[in-house]
T-cell receptor, first 116, second 108 residues
Framework: NAGVMQNPRHLVRRRGQEARLRCSPMKGHSHVYWYRQLPEEGLKFMVYLQKENIIDESGMPKERFSAEFPKEGPSILRIQQVVRGDSAAYFC??????????????FGNGTRLTVT | DAKTTQPNSMESNEEEPVHLPCNHS???????IHWYRQLPSQGPEYVIH???SNVNNRMASLAIAEDRKSSTLILHRATLRDAAVYYC?????????FGPGTRLSVLP
């Protein structure tokens, strides 16, 4: 029973490049959350998606960041024109979606983005 | 926002019980209380959750105050592998908003 899979595990990008982070939720899960964690800090909510829908993107920076969760395939967090301040660990979590408040989140092990 | 307050850090001795407190005075009637923990270099891991009644599972127990304004995560016998940051979370809308958590150190 595969858990939440994130890849790549580590990603190095130069300033100005694009970063694409992938998240495959657990089988049967239709809800995906993305969080960002700066070194020595807590997790900051970024975006909550269902298949083909963005439910809440209140935590996403308004520029350069976008997320999608297509009908087929993994969820993608895309960061355009990366800057050093984007260096962080990005975690994806999934849930089955039924009884949102009552369903625990299952997290991946994250993608650690380093911008040089 | 439905917010939680936790101590920044706590220490425990190995094989002793640990009580991790969480205050959530602004909790609403439909908010579930979730606990997660994060080991170094890993993603958060679900521990336990509840609404009104105390809950037990193989990892821990959750004691919820009668007025629901506070809760306590209980690790019955701490091990070195329990050293982690523990997050107490209330659902907000459809989000899970994490605070800074409590860093638990377990001493051998």
């Amino acid at each position: 029973n595969a858990g939440v899979m994130q890849n790549p595990r580590h990603l190095v990008r130069r300033r100005g490049q694009e970063a694409r982070l992938r998240c495959s939720p657990m089988k049967g899960h239709s809800h995906v959350y993305w969080y960002r964690q700066l070194p020595e800090e807590g997790l900051k909510f970024m975006v909550y998606l269902q298949k083909e829908n963005i439910i809440d993107e209140s935590g996403m920076p308004k520029e350069r960041f976008s997320a999608e969760f297509p009908k087929e395939g993994p969820s993608i967090l895309r960061i355009q024109q990366v800057v050093r301040g984007d260096s962080a660990a990005y975690f994806c979590a999934s849930s089955p979606g039924t009884g949102v408040y009552n369903s625990p989140l299952h997290f991946g092990n994250g993608t650690r983005l380093t911008v040089t | 926002d439905a917010k939680t307050t936790q101590p920044n850090s706590m220490e425990s001795n190995e094989e002793e019980p640990v009580h991790l407190p969480c205050n959530h005075s602004t909790i609403s009637g439909t908010d579930y209380i979730h606990w997660y923990r994060q080991l170094p270099s890993q993603g958060p891991e679900y521990v336990i959750h509840g609404l009104t009644s105390n809950v037990n599972n193989r990892m821990a127990s959750l004691a919820i105050a009668e007025d629901r304004k506070s809760s306590t995560l209980i690790l019955h016998r701490a091990t070195l592998r329990d050293a982690a940051v523990y997050y107490c979370i209330l659902t907000y809308g459809q989000n899970f908003v994490f605070g800074p958590g409590t860093r638990l150190s377990v001493l051998p």
